[in-house]
């Protein structure tokens, strides 16, 4: 008989160049592992809403999903277990471990230090090269966390910006340094024009809708996820 499938949603909760990791508590699957925090997507539920409700009943906060940032998958018993997790943004609350023995704010070193449940690890070098890589782009000898001088940005300009298309700082540098989004140069710095960033968040926004979409299509072949705790 081939193994049961289970479609599991994780979270990856960034702030201050760290990523939020939670150990799941005694007696539950995976005891005393560490996880993206996250939970099983419901039949006929989709990635983001299940995730969303997940993160409420486990930490009591309430985030914006992001972009997918990578798959683990691995056999328990006889289910087949396949995680996806997203980029996660904080939009009220502080986390609180309700279900979970611990949380913590790892940075990408601390991360390689921590006993992973299974489905988890594959995703762990992901998390740490999006640590890393935002630790490079972030002046870390201004007062105000403002991004490299080499990109020329204007702290409350970038921050606007930023805002604006629901991305953090670090990845806007990325976007603008892969031609995603155009810009024109005055004397050092970059200006960009509010209707370039808008038609980019509408097809960021398209494209997320299709991801979630197929994503949820996915889970429909998944089912029956009472037996992991």
């Known amino acids: 008989m081939p193994p049961r499938q289970v479609h599991v949603v994780g979270v990856a909760l960034i702030r201050d160049g760290r990523c939020l990791v939670a150990q799941r508590s005694e007696?539950?699957?995976?005891?005393?592992?560490?996880?993206?925090?996250g939970g099983k997507v419901e039949p006929g539920e989709a990635p983001g809403a299940a995730l969303e409700r997940e993160l409420k009943e486990?930490?009591?906060?309430?985030?914006?999903v992001g972009e997918w940032l990578g798959r683990g998958e691995t056999d328990w018993g006889d289910m087949h277990i396949a995680l996806d997790v997203f980029v996660g943004k904080l939009t009220s609350g502080e986390p609180t471990a309700l279900e979970h023995r611990e949380l913590r704010w790892c940075s990408a070193d601390e991360l390689s230090s921590l006993r992973w449940a299974d489905a988890d690890v594959p995703v762990v070098p992901l998390i740490q090269r999006r640590l890393s890589e935002e630790r490079?782009?972030?002046d870390d000898s201004s007062?105000?966390?403002?991004?490299?001088s080499r990109f020329s940005f204007i702290v409350t300009a970038a921050l606007k910006a930023a805002d604006l298309l629901n991305v953090s700082r670090q990845y806007l540098v990325r976007l603008l340094d892969q031609g995603r989004i155009p810009f024109t140069k005055t004397g050092k710095h970059r200006r960009l024009k509010i209707e370039d960033m808008l038609a980019f968040k509408e097809e960021r926004d398209r494209e997320r809708k299709a991801g979630l979409d197929e994503l949820a299509r996915?889970?429909?072949?998944?089912?029956g996820n009472d037996e992991l705790k």
């Open 218 to 223: 996915m889970s429909e072949e998944f089912g």
């Open 143 to 148: 007062p105000l966390g403002d991004v490299d």
């Open 136 to 138: 490079r782009l972030v």
């Open 27 to 37: 007696g539950t699957s995976f005891a005393l592992c560490w996880e993206f925090p």
């Open 58 to 64: 486990e930490l009591g906060v309430q985030v914006l």
